[in-house]
């Protein structure tokens, strides 16, 4: 998948503020600006990266931060800063998720 995507099963899509497409997979993250992608995977020396490739829900807040539900937890990406990437909390498993306004997170 050297031209596309990061895996060949999508589990979730997010349209950011900005437009871009965010594509959660079983091998990453993909950030797709309408000509290409941009992947985004767990770096094991790296605490700004991704904590899990395994993406399963993904979510933007009102202060357009995208949340990335992980096999292994939560992160938090900033556009603003372009990273790095924040564990806003560990939980395991995250299958589904929804954000409420009080950033009340229910699985």
């Not at 091998?27 to 770096?43: A, M, P, T, V």
């Not at 899990?52 to 933007?60: A, S």
Request: proline fraction near 1%; hydrophobic fraction near 35%; charge should be neutral.
């Amino acid at each position: 998948m050297s031209a596309g995507l990061s895996h060949n099963s999508a589990l979730c899509l997010r349209e950011d503020h900005e437009g871009f497409l965010w594509i959660g997979t079983r091998d990453g993250l993909n950030k797709f600006d309408g000509e290409k992608f941009e992947i985004f995977k767990h770096q094991f020396f790296d605490s700004t990266s991704l904590i899990n490739n395994h993406i399963n829900c993904l979510f933007e807040t009102k202060e357009k931060e995208l949340w990335i539900g992980t096999a292994n937890g939560l992160c938090v990406y900033s556009s603003q800063t372009n990273g790095p990437w924040k564990m806003a909390t560990r939980l395991t498993q995250l299958k589904t998720t929804a954000l409420t306004i009080k950033k009340r997170l229910w699985d």
